[in-house]
């Protein structure tokens, strides 16, 4: 009876957290919010970027599949924080607005790239035994 309990509980609580009283504004941005990159002339005498240019990072930017989990990345960017802030917020925020799909205590792929280092890639999805006992 304990273990029904907690488990009602339980599940009371995260589906509470998941519900919204105001529908999500899933509009697409005006166009005075979008960003375009200015158009450059192409000579085609450079096409491969120097060393020095590959060595510099003058910006940063999050990529996920929902605006508002991109709002929520960019928003720890902007506010000092660093890219492994975001991923953190941005791992609770799918979690809320992409239920179905993501939960904080699910798995998922992340690619991670250090200055001065190979990219690595980190594969940290959810495994089931054939038997289904841990």
Do not use: W
Request: aromatic share 4%.
């Amino acid at each position: 009876m304990k273990n029904l309990i907690l488990g009602v509980t339980t599940l009371s609580l995260l589906l509470s957290g998941c519900a919204s009283e105001e529908p999500a504004d899933e509009s697409l941005p005006s166009e005075d919010e979008t960003i375009s990159m200015p158009e450059e002339e192409d000579d085609g005498e450079n096409d491969e970027a120097t060393e020095e240019e590959l060595d510099t990072l003058n910006a940063y930017g999050v990529s996920a599949g929902h605006p508002i989990v991109v709002d929520v990345g960019m928003d720890i960017l902007e506010n000092g924080g660093n890219a492994v802030d975001a991923a953190i917020a941005i791992a609770f925020a799918v979690s809320v607005v992409e239920p179905f799909t993501s939960v904080v205590g699910g798995g998922g792929v992340t690619l991670v790239h250090e200055q001065g280092q190979d990219p690595e890639s980190y594969d940290y999805r959810e495994v089931v035994p054939e038997n289904g006992i841990p």
